[in-house]
């Protein structure tokens, strides 16, 4: 896919274009290409012919423009713009386009669109915009004919200018979120039979040989024993497929203080374990991975970003199936810390591999950990399909982490940690039990369960509502890839 940033509409040689509109008013600075087509294109707008409804897309009769596809494209109204709302109509624009077999188009932002979002940052996340709402996970469609075609250029028009390195830099960032986001989708959506702990391991290694300064190492089953990783062992006991544990050293900063640590849950395929899920959506399950994945998404972005700073990535890989040497409701697994955990439901078994993954980090005397998981259905529940759920008692990291999600538009929100929490996890026979004892407030007692493992700034990201969509107008179906943006940006936010 190919990008670029002219500075008049007669530098293209693309036919096609959108152009987005405020306020249903027609931008006056493109009045001489409305010329060229007998003032029709604003005569349209004038007649209302186009509902300027943000969000609204509508194509321009070919009887006005003889070989020419137009659109026109409402942001609304100029006062409510933001990058949310940019991403989403650059997104929902880029996939009606490539469904209507539309693969090279020029887009032209009103100048006024400036005023509310800075030059380069509208091109990098026009460009990550249209990569992420094109993507299509088409890899075992063998029907060449209902594939959709990928797009080939696009070509944007801003009414600015700048220094093309700065432009060409803010383009290729742009495409670094963009394919590191739909590389992190990729994983999410091969089927459970081919996305392994070891296939994962395996995408963490390409990685690492990409990478100079990127150091991976696999733990495996052997690894793992002599870790004492008892909750990544326990979890992983009832499947063929041995467990993998996962980690990625960046290095690029002077090695002034601890390293800044992500830790991503990656379950390939949950079954809930003897606590069996119901059979309705249990396909979904493949999706169990993604914290993981959004971590190795990140990692992979960081690395051709070349970011100053060092980050390790930590992330358990196991499934949790119902095999004859599954581990049990009632079991008790030593975790790695020597804490240990009464099971109580085999479903609850993210946070047991998290347990270790975390008691892991200390080794690196981390700066901060943040832990990104599809952890618990309850906070799908609290939060919906929009907002992941955020935990900590660290006010500082708190603030960072709500800031990054604005810029990275990704939405979260905060939802409570405290000692009331952490009485609900204590157990009468082991250290902690992996579920609280009360059916209410899930997402918060397994938060809790978490914090029993963690004696550093420390903060929990649940993605069970986010992980995963139907098709949207801005996004075809699948795995989101959220978290990645965040991360990424997180990253840069500590670089030096």
């Known amino acids: 896919m190919k990008f670029d940033v002219i500075r008049k509409i007669e530098d293209t040689n693309l036919k096609d274009v959108v152009i987005c509109i405020f306020d249903g008013n027609f931008p006056k600075e493109l009045n001489e290409f409305d010329k060229k087509y007998e003032k029709k294109l604003s005569q349209i707008i004038r007649d209302n012919s186009f509902d300027s409804k943000y969000g609204e897309i509508y194509e321009v009769p070919k009887a006005y423009l003889g070989d020419r596809y137009i659109y026109f494209v409402s942001l609304g109204k100029e006062k409510n713009l933001t990058t949310e709302k940019l991403r989403n109509i650059v997104g929902k624009t880029s996939k009606y386009l490539q469904e209507k077999k539309r693969s090279e188009y020029n887009i ?144 690029n900063a002077p090695k002034t203080s601890g390293a800044y640590i992500f830790v991503g849950k990656a379950i390939t395929f949950d079954s809930g374990g003897l606590s069996i899920k119901p059979s309705e959506r249990m396909d979904e399950m493949k999706f169990d991975m993604l914290g993981g994945g959004a971590v190795m998404g990140a990692m992979k972005a960081i690395s051709e970003l070349n970011l100053k700073i060092n980050i390790v990535a930590l992330i358990p890989s196991s499934e949790n199936l119902l095999g004859s040497r599954a581990y049990r409701p009632g079991d008790i697994l030593k975790s790695r810390s020597g804490k240990t955990i009464e099971v109580l439901n085999t479903d609850a078994e993210g946070r047991i591999i998290l347990a270790d993954a975390l008691d892991y980090a200390r080794q690196y005397n981390p700066s901060m950990v943040l832990d990104i998981a599809t952890l618990t259905g309850a906070c799908a529940v609290a939060l919906g399909e929009n907002y992941a759920g955020l935990f900590t008692r660290n006010d500082k990291l708190r603030d960072v982490i709500k800031q990054t999600a604005i810029k990275a538009d990704e939405k979260i929100w905060e939802l409570p940690l405290d000692d009331n929490f952490s009485d ?55 795995a989101t890839g959220y978290g990645v943006a965040l991360l990424i940006e997180l990253a840069k936010k500590y670089s030096k």
């Open 108 to 251: 032209i932002f009103p100048k006024a669109l400036l005023k509310k979002i800075s030059f380069l940052e509208a091109v990098k996340l026009c460009v990550t915009s249209v990569i992420t709402s094109t993507y299509h996970f088409d890899t075992y469609i063998t029907n060449e004919k209902v594939k959709l075609k990928a797009v080939r250029e696009v070509v944007m028009l801003f009414f600015a200018s700048s220094e093309k390195k700065r432009i060409s830099n803010a383009i290729k960032e742009g495409e670094i979120t963009g394919n590191a986001i739909n590389f992190t989708r990729t994983l999410g959506n091969l089927p459970p039979i081919e996305m392994t702990p070891t296939y994962m391991a395996k995408e963490a290694e390409k990685l690492g040989k990409k990478h100079s300064k990127l150091n991976v190492k696999v733990l495996n089953k052997s690894d793992i024993q002599k870790e004492k990783m008892g909750g990544l062992l326990g979890v992983a006991s009832g499947s063929y497929e041995e467990p993998k544990f996962i980690v990625m050293e960046w290095k």
């Open 424 to 478: 609900q996890i204590k157990s009468t026979i082991a250290d902690v039990r992996n579920i609280g004892t009360s059916r209410y407030a899930g997402a918060s007692t397994a938060a809790a369960f978490l914090e029993e493992f963690t004696d550093y700034p420390w903060a929990h990201i649940d993605i069970a509502g986010v992980g995963w969509t139907p098709s949207k107008p801005s996004m075809h179906g699948g």
